[in-house]
């Protein structure tokens, strides 16, 4: 078993929709989750990033953490083409140190 | 803010050329930097975690001959490919942290293809 999962996708939704992303871990001291976007051919950028429990709100993007169930989700309102990436999650059990990845969903927005 | 420029994006060479990765941090200092591959259509790998003034720290099954990593200073670290083969060609990126527990930020990548 992965230490975690992200399901891979791809994943299409057509303009204006709810995305949600998804990501369930093992490790129970993942203190530190984050959200990355990648586009093709550049790294990746950091969309959101999270201490514990909880939720974080940043304009069109949310941010859920559920250190119960071990899951984490990212929510995207008002989808737009521009969205199409692939979103990585990623987490770390303290700060300042190498962080585990999921594997990526591929995300398109139909216009 | 907190702003990572890798150097160059784009290289390709013979096979048996060294070729030499630039990280640096443009607004921030960082004491730790990290060192990644990536295949098409996979996730991100730690190759190694670049540590300022010290010894780069590599992950199981990386050759750190192979890979060469200096941190001379606090705003830059650089990997080198050393005598590189046509299986070194891959998408290398590098990140660091701003601040402690602060976010990883990364460079935009270098596609590397030995010929």
């Known amino acids: 078993q992965k230490e975690v999962e992200q399901d891979p996708g791809p994943l299409s939704v057509p303009e204006g929709a709810i995305v949600s992303l998804n990501c369930t871990y093992s490790?129970?001291?993942?203190?530190?989750f984050m959200w990355y976007r990648q586009y093709s051919r550049k790294g990746p950028e950091l969309l959101m990033y999270?201490?514990?429990?909880g939720n974080k709100e940043d304009g069109r993007f949310t941010a859920q953490v559920d250190k119960s169930s071990k899951y984490i989700s990212l929510f995207i309102r008002d989808s737009q083409p521009s969205d199409s990436a692939t979103y990585l999650c990623?987490?770390?059990?303290?700060?300042?140190?190498?962080?585990?990845f999921g594997t990526g969903t591929r995300l398109t927005i139909i216009p | 803010g907190a702003v990572v420029s890798q150097h160059p994006s784009r290289v390709i060479c013979k096979s048996g050329t060294s070729v030499k990765i630039e990280c640096r941090s443009l607004?921030?200092?960082?004491?730790?930097m990290f060192w990644y591959r990536q295949f098409p259509k996979q996730s991100l790998m730690l190759m190694a975690t670049?540590?300022?003034?010290?010894?780069?720290?590599?992950e199981q099954g990386v050759e750190k001959d192979k890979f060469l990593i200096n941190h001379a200073s606090l705003t830059l670290s650089t990997l080198t490919v050393t005598s590189a083969h046509p299986e070194d060609s891959s998408f290398y990126i590098c990140?660091?942290?701003?601040?402690?527990?602060?976010?990883?930020?990364f460079g935009d990548g270098t596609r590397l293809s030995i010929l």
């Open positions: 990140s660091a942290n701003p601040g402690q527990n602060q976010p990883q930020h």
């Open positions: 490790n129970s001291a993942f203190q530190y």
């Open positions: 999270t201490y514990s429990s």
């Open positions: 990623a987490m770390s059990v303290r700060g300042n140190e190498k962080l585990t």
């Open positions: 607004d921030f200092q960082a004491t730790t």
């Open positions: 670049s540590n300022e003034g010290s010894k780069a720290t590599y």
